[in-house]
């Protein structure tokens, strides 16, 4: 069974459906589990044959689970550049795993909610994405395919130290357990440092949209445990899910600051980003993330009546590079880009007043 | 529940790592940027910091010999010095946890706060992992064979390989 990336380019991920709870703030919910097998070295040392094998092996594994777990796989080092990125702002992939070399792969479920990763940084990455703030569910499901796939391998696995994993602040447990929340509010009003450092003196890392060592465009952070050793998984999701209720009360009382200090200049902020984004002729991704953020948080506020935020999320990606490309069918250059990406959102966002935007 | 140091409800629950055993912490907002003010420490890079450490750590206690010859020390089922550890970040096979496993207690230690998994486990009997690491040797020491064209020494491990293969279910 193979998935064509073109059949993806039209739909979108089920993390994506902006609902879900808490979905003003928290965007997603992840957990992914590093696992190795026993019986190959890490990645860093494994020959071009070893790689070739651990990807047969895994492969055949997870597919030999279709009935339980349904998923498509996709052979990675098959793909185009652009189709390598369009997975990548997907999140089904890494970047590090877009841009490495040699055997790898990726199965994927229908919804989205499932990617399993192969020959990443470990060998086996597997994660799932939820909508909204729901840590317990995805915990629930990724244990059991954990335990599905267990059934079919041998994983690295040590009696004191736990899952064994090429980089040591990933063993133990070999899980990360992440939060994606939109903080608009607190950016404006100055307080996410403050809020970044308290969450460091917790051991919780802070990063940007696509993970590690990437910018946080469009106010979008990710919040996740640091430690893997030493604390169950349960222990580790419960972490993060206590903090979490606290940043999106912190996010929303600074929204209702905003509301009440200065309603008219939070107003003119959304309306003016609104009306960038509805009558641009060329703009560039990170300005689209920049203002589509601010229209975000108006919808929210319901300073913004006739937009609806899956749209919005909608186009949060759509407009990536490697989504606006598929999309148009054609590989254009970054000035090309900008013009396509302007007039896509004219589009999308000219039409909404009318009931539905439609689909492409 | 109220702030440890006022009334005020408690918002803030900090878990203080650093020092000998974790210390909690419930503030309201006010007293909570109080005390991480005071504890501000200088930031830290995150990204990287397994590096970093694995750098500083190895280093601590030893001479420029012990460490030079530490450097040298490689597994002897996938080959990797720790000198290769230490400046990429990324261990080479499982067995690097059992054969560096002094040196790199420290870092576990110094990262996570603990040397000791707490959770989950596989399901079936992990079986001999020794016969498992074995094959990691094996099949390292089959390519070296192949590309120096030892054809007679390649066949026999490619048996052994095989063999213990054949076990694995």
Request: charged share 30%; proline share 3%; aromatic share 6%.
């Amino acid at each position: 069974m193979s998935v064509q990336i073109d059949d993806l380019v039209r739909t979108t991920g089920e993390w994506m459906r902006g609902s879900g709870p808490e979905s003003d703030v928290v965007i997603s919910s992840r957990i992914r589990l590093a696992r190795n097998l026993a019986d190959y070295p890490f990645i860093t040392r494994a020959a071009t044959n070893d790689r070739a094998d651990i990807e047969r092996t895994l492969r055949d594994g997870v597919l030999k689970l279709v009935d339980k777990l349904p998923v498509s796989y996709v052979d990675v080092s098959k793909l185009e550049g652009l189709d390598r990125q369009f997975l990548v702002e997907r999140q089904l992939i890494s970047r590090e795993h877009a841009e490495s070399e040699g055997a790898r792969g990726v199965a994927i479920d229908e919804g989205e909610q499932v990617s399993l990763m192969i020959n990443e940084e470990d060998h086996l990455r597997i994660q799932v994405l939820k909508s909204g703030f729901d840590l317990p569910a995805a915990w629930d499901k990724i244990d059991a395919i954990d335990d599905a796939i267990e059934s079919q391998v041998t994983y690295a696995f040590h009696q004191r130290l736990g899952y064994l994993t090429a980089c040591p602040t990933n063993v133990g447990t070999g899980m990360r357990v992440s939060v994606m929340l939109h903080l608009p509010a607190l950016v404006i009003t100055r307080q996410i440092d403050k809020l970044f450092r308290s969450l460091q003196k917790i051991s919780l890392a802070v990063r940007g949209l696509y993970g590690e060592g990437s910018q946080a465009m469009g106010d979008f952070y990710q919040i996740s445990n640091q430690i893997t050793l030493g604390r169950s998984e349960i222990e580790l999701v419960k972490q993060v899910s206590e903090v979490v209720p606290s940043i999106i009360d912190y996010e929303r009382k600074a929204r209702e600051f905003l509301v009440r200090e200065s309603k008219q200049n939070l107003h003119d902020r959304v309306s003016r980003a609104y009306g960038i984004l509805r009558t641009a002729q060329t703009i560039s991704s990170e300005e689209t993330m920049h203002l589509l953020s601010s229209v975000r948080m108006g919808v929210n506020l319901g300073l913004i009546p006739d937009l609806h935020i899956p749209e919005l999320n909608q186009l949060f990606i759509q407009t990536q590079p490697a989504h606006l490309q598929k999309l148009s069918g054609a590989e254009l250059d970054t000035s090309d880009r900008n013009i396509e990406r302007a007039r896509y959102l004219r589009k999308h966002l000219n039409s909404a007043g009318d009931g539905h935007a439609e689909k492409n | 529940m109220k702030c440890q140091k006022c009334d005020k409800p408690a918002t803030f629950h900090i878990t203080e790592l650093t020092g000998g055993k974790p210390k909690e912490l419930h503030l309201c907002e006010e007293h909570a940027r109080d005390y991480l003010n005071e504890n501000e420490t200088p930031t830290e890079e995150p990204s990287g910091a397994a590096e970093a450490l694995a750098q500083q750590l190895a280093g601590v206690g030893k001479t420029v010999e012990q460490l030079d010859k530490l450097d040298k020390t490689a597994c002897p089922i996938c080959g990797i010095t720790f000198f290769d550890f230490r400046s990429k970040g990324r261990l080479g096979c499982s067995h690097d946890y059992v054969c560096f496993e002094k040196e790199l207690e420290p870092l576990l230690t110094n990262i996570h706060g603990e040397t000791a998994h707490i959770g989950k486990r596989p399901k079936r009997s992990q079986g001999d992992t020794d016969r498992l690491t074995e094959l990691i040797r094996l099949r390292k020491e089959l390519k070296t064979a192949v590309s120096n064209e030892k054809y007679e020494e390649a066949s026999q491990l490619r048996d052994q390989i095989r063999r213990l293969e054949g076990d694995r279910k």
